[in-house]
């Protein structure tokens, strides 16, 4: 088990650019199943949960051909589809939490696909029931076997388009079915889509192809199916969750940081949030400077309670950032409700945070009351092991703002979604020493 050794206190310095947005990457990978021709995906970070995916993918029979370090070449034109009746495949999948979406693209193209219960973060229960019901809309068969421990997905006849409202609006399950939904017969309208910068554009990219979707960037879609598209290019996006970690390690450090290239309009209401807790951010053009300051002090609601900071569906706040806005509040002035709504266990690394002497009480699963010191009860090192990526950065931000040096193992789980964090980190200033186990 790789670790981190972090000697905290040491202030960052220059510019740094976030990598392209992993959870854009994996629906937009799943989407290159959809034609024979070539897609071609730019600004892709090389990070597990990407390489894994596209690792799976060239098993199946995707050609895969690397341009240069971030664009990669995908042509799914002799793909073996009975390799997903394999071990090998439900192995792999499995494994790996984005195998989930490659369940519409198959069905539609080829009328059968094959998932073994898909792995990730352990951050609590992630339903799958949104998915299966909007294939199952589209007119899909669904079975889930339970000795083997796998769901079979089929439409032997095709899909046809449909009307549904979908129970809540998963990013994942809105990509599945409108993936699905390009090929299917007819119109499929889509109620309580998720309307993420993610969704955007992978829907973008997918009328690039050929498809023709209508209320892009809403949470009411329109998909008329068509009998094939065809190849295109596509960039992804900033991601938005590196950008709100490197504010974050700023705020922690006392740092005058540069990011460039943020996608700052793709930002949502992170860097409000950001300002209400104290945070300075400087806009100039598409990137952010974090001003270097001492204290920073969390604002009140105006009628004087205390702020809350929950995530919720976009245009609200990601779930992946509220991690990150728990750590950067122990060092804040003031007081703070965080809640998580959407992953029972996403707060469970609290306990790590109240061993290094940070002030926070764990209400229930999904809230804890943060009460900043203001950097003068600073955080001191210890000993943690990362359970999830958000909780394992969240971890990474706390050991670089603590006094002494902090080992964090399990730092697997932070390469999943961050690209050579340590040695991006170094060249700004930061201590962080990697063991290979």
């Known amino acids: 088990m790789s670790s981190f050794i972090v000697e905290g206190g040491h202030r960052l310095c220059g510019e740094i650019s976030p990598k392209g947005a992993k959870n854009e990457a994996l629906e937009v990978i799943c989407a290159t199943l959809l034609t024979e021709e070539k897609v071609t995906i730019s600004n892709l970070p090389r990070i597990l949960d990407v390489t894994n995916l596209i690792n799976l993918l060239a098993e199946m029979g995707v050609k ?13 034109d002799d793909i073996d589809i009975e390799y997903i009746r394999t071990p090998e495949y439900r192995k792999k999948a499995a494994s790996l939490r984005g195998s989930v979406m490659i369940l519409g693209p198959l069905v539609a193209r080829f009328g059968h696909a094959v998932l073994p219960k898909p792995g990730g973060d352990k951050i609590g229960r992630r339903r799958l029931d949104t998915h299966f019901y909007g294939l199952q809309k589209l ?26 409202l979908l129970d809540e609006a998963s990013i994942t399950g809105t990509a599945n079915i409108v993936m699905a939904a390009v090929l299917a017969k007819g119109t499929t309208t889509v109620y309580n889509a998720a309307c993420e910068p993610y969704i955007q554009q992978l829907c973008k990219m997918l009328c690039r192809m050929g498809a023709k979707i209508d209320g892009i960037g809403s949470n009411l879609l329109t998909v008329h199916g068509a009998e094939r598209i065809g190849g295109a290019n596509h960039r992804l996006l900033p991601d938005m969750i590196e950008v709100g970690s490197f504010i974050g390690m700023a705020a922690m450090t006392g740092s005058d940081l540069l990011l460039k290239n943020v996608g700052y309009g793709d930002l949502g209401l ?168």
């Not at 007119?139 to 549904?164: C, H, N, Q, W």
């Not at 109240?354 to 699963?365: F, N, S, T, V, Y």
């Open 64 to 76: 895969v051909n690397y341009l240069d370090e971030s664009t990669c070449e995908f042509q799914a």
């Open 139 to 164: 007119g899909a068969a669904f079975e889930y076997v339970t000795e083997e421990g796998l769901y079979r997905i089929s439409a032997p006849d095709g899909l046809k388009g449909d009307y549904m």
């Open 270 to 437: 992170m860097p409000e949030i950001f300002e209400r807790i104290g945070v300075h951010l400087e806009v100039e053009g598409d990137d952010i400077r974090i001003d270097q300051k001492e204290i920073y002090e969390i604002e009140n609601f105006i009628d004087g309670s205390t702020l809350t900071i929950a995530d919720a569906p976009w245009p609200g706040l990601s779930p992946d950032l509220i991690s990150i806005f728990l750590v950067v509040c122990t060092q804040a002035k003031g007081s703070v409700l965080i809640h998580q709504k959407m992953f029972e266990s996403r707060l469970f690394f609290v306990d790590k945070l109240l061993d290094m002497g940070a002030r926070i009480i764990l209400c229930d699963p999904h809230r804890a009351v943060v009460i900043g010191s203001g950097h003068f009860n600073s955080l001191r090192a210890t000993d943690m092991v990362s359970p999830d990526i958000r909780a394992g950065i969240a971890m990474l931000i706390a050991a670089m703002g603590a006094k002494g040096t902090s080992r964090i193992q399990n730092i697997g789980q932070i390469d999943r979604g961050y690209e050579n964090i340590d040695s991006r980190l170094n060249r700004l200033g930061a201590k962080i020493i990697r063991i290979d186990d």
